[in-house]
């Protein structure tokens, strides 16, 4: 059995869907392209697709991952383009690889989010996240099932800064742009609940909804605080393969 992991994309309008549809838009893409899918035991079997820590809705993404598993070896690129084909502009499928290690979702661990302010005055952004930095605790409310919510949103911030640029658009528009790269913790700390903390600490309250679209997750490197290419082990291991197999064949007697 082959196992491909894809990286997919979340654009434009195409953000608002839930990951439910995308689970369906997904698996009509599978049919479409014929993809020899492993599918599971019992009464209603269903493809193997194993997805990773999918983008909140509403939210776009550049970095969304999945799994899927065969039954009959695939070349990886392909593949890629034929499902990208078969799903509508949007939900792009970016990346393919064969998956030649484990645990994917354990090197999911970390986000590098954009959140994008119109109207917002970038150095009252700067000033906000200043105090956010500083700030020991963060505590900000969710609603959830069970009712409000409360709880420390500082720890799993591990970077918050503003981003210029300014070269992108008229500079009478005013825009703040915050750059942030967040942990995978229990319970999750989303864009919003940062937007939450700094309006707790600095008041901060921007006159129209952030456009936020997650940049990278993978692997985050703790001594630098940036996030790792998921796939990287994938693709070395791939390479790998490739090198050694001549040589393989190269010692087998005439």
């Known amino acids: 059995m082959q196992r491909i992991r894809l990286r997919y994309t979340k654009r434009g309008r195409l953000r608002f869907t839930s990951h439910r549809d995308f689970q369906r838009a997904f698996e009509r893409a599978l049919r479409r392209a014929e993809v020899p899918m492993a599918y599971s035991a019992g009464f209603t079997p269903h493809p193997k697709v194993s997805y990773a820590n999918a983008a909140p809705t509403g939210t776009g993404s550049e970095a969304e991952y999945l799994e899927i598993a065969l039954t009959a070896a695939r070349d ?7 499902l990208d084909e078969s799903l509508p502009a949007g939900l792009d499928i970016v990346e393919a690889v064969e998956a030649r290690t484990s645990g994917l979702a354990d090197r999911l661990t970390a986000s590098v989010w954009e959140m994008r302010l119109p109207g917002l005055d970038p150095e009252l952004a ?3 996240v200043a105090a956010f930095n500083a700030a020991d605790a963060v505590d900000v409310q969710r609603m959830t099932k069970n009712g409000v919510r409360t709880f420390d949103a500082r720890p799993a911030v591990v970077r918050l800064e503003t981003h210029n640029e300014t070269a992108d658009r008229p500079s009478d528009q005013a825009c703040a742009i915050l750059r942030l790269v967040v942990r995978h913790v ?3 700390v989303r864009p919003d609940d940062v937007l939450s903390g700094l309006r707790a600490v600095a008041d ?3 006159p129209v909804p952030a ?7 993978g692997l985050l490197d703790e001594e630098t605080g940036t996030v790792t290419d998921p796939l990287a082990p994938d693709r070395e291991a791939v390479a790998a393969l490739s090198k050694a197999e001549p040589t393989a064949t190269a010692t087998v007697p005439a």
């Open 76 to 82: 990886p690129e392909p593949l890629r383009v034929l």
């Open 126 to 128: 700067t000033a906000a």
């Open 186 to 188: 229990t319970p999750a």
């Open 204 to 206: 901060l309250a921007p």
């Open 211 to 217: 456009a936020v679209t997650r940049l990278a997750q």
